[in-house]
């Protein structure tokens, strides 16, 4: 995801699976370049090591634990203003002048992999200037998952409606899901889930309309390439920091629970048992507001 970055000049990747040995030759590499800041958004065992001896500034992005361990197990809301994640990381640097351009997220798709990808979704069926609908039904943890079932009256209706194609994205986790939705929708489906790299997910996305999504990591790519994106959250809140900040995305929540935040990363099953923070999210809403996102 970052290699295209032109903002990037060196790129240090990490085998976790080399272990010790592996970290120690990479803090060896850190010792030789002699940097002058260090910026720490993990805050975890690996980059404390790393960064332990090295001598150079060194900041460490602050994660609002405690806030954030009230606001789930007591629902106490200290958060005084909802910054979103990235803008913390970015506030971090706020010493040495370092401020939030107002941009967004960006996201660099490799060319060649783009025109390899446009030639894959060609030969698979994707119309060209037809409107499509990215779907990612998958996410992390079941809770931020919104019911299968309403994707499917969803996709359904854009197919019968809007007589959009669909494109189906996701990892192989996923295809369970986008299996099952491209079996039950009626029209062009193309299900790529599980079959793509990040890259050539970006750029299969690319080509998308609009995107919807559960909170996750496609949702962010998503808005990192600028796509009209719908985006739907159930037991998590805008305190955390993951909602999307960009005007062209939608955030569809179920406010009228006093449940919520139940978790900050998801879980496998709602405590209370109802699940209505995503069951009371009809597909028929979210078909209205995508819509007008459309200005159709």
Same mark, same amino acid.
């Given at each position: ?20 040995? %592996? *970290? =120690?030759?990479?803090?060896?590499? #850190?010792? +030789? ?9 993990? /805050? ?116 019968? %409606? *809007? =007589?959009?194609?669909?494109?189906? #994205?996701? +990892? ?9 939705? /491209? ?114």
């Amino acid at each position: 995801m970052l290699k295209t970055n032109p903002h990037i000049h060196n790129l240090i990747t990490v085998d976790t699976s080399g272990g010790w040995k %592996e *970290l =120690k030759a990479i803090k060896e590499q #850190l010792k +030789n370049r002699e940097y002058n800041l260090i910026v720490d958004i993990h /805050k975890n065992f690996r980059s404390v090591y790393l960064k332990t001896g090295l001598l150079c500034k060194k900041v460490t992005y602050k994660k609002y634990a405690l806030k954030r361990f009230l606001l789930v197990r007591f629902g106490w809301n200290l958060y005084h203003k909802v910054i979103p994640i990235s803008q913390r990381y970015i506030n971090s640097l706020s010493r040495f002048g370092i401020v939030y351009d107002l941009m967004g997220l960006e996201f660099y798709p490799d060319q060649k992999i783009q025109k390899e990808t446009d030639i894959l979704l060609a030969d698979q069926g994707l119309t060209k200037n037809k409107l499509t609908i990215c779907i990612a039904p998958g996410a992390g943890f079941e809770t931020k998952r919104w019911p299968v079932q309403y994707y499917i009256h969803l996709a359904q209706k854009f197919s019968t %409606e *809007l =007589k959009s194609q669909i494109l189906l #994205l996701g +990892n192989e986790q996923d295809q369970n899901l986008t299996r099952e939705i /491209k079996e039950q929708v009626t029209g062009k489906s193309l299900d790529l889930a599980g079959q793509l790299s990040i890259m050539e997910t970006a750029c299969a996305m690319n080509h998308a309309d609009m995107v919807i999504t559960n909170d996750t990591g496609l949702m962010h790519l998503a808005t990192a390439l600028n796509k009209k994106t719908v985006a739907i959250f159930g037991p998590t809140t805008r305190e955390l920091g993951f909602f999307p900040s960009s005007p062209l995305c939608r955030v569809i929540e179920n406010k009228n629970l006093k449940c919520r935040p139940c978790t900050h990363i998801g879980s496998k099953k709602c405590p209370k048992g109802h699940f209505k923070c995503m069951k009371d999210i009809e597909p028929e809403h979210v078909f209205k507001i995508a819509k007008k996102l459309l200005n159709m």
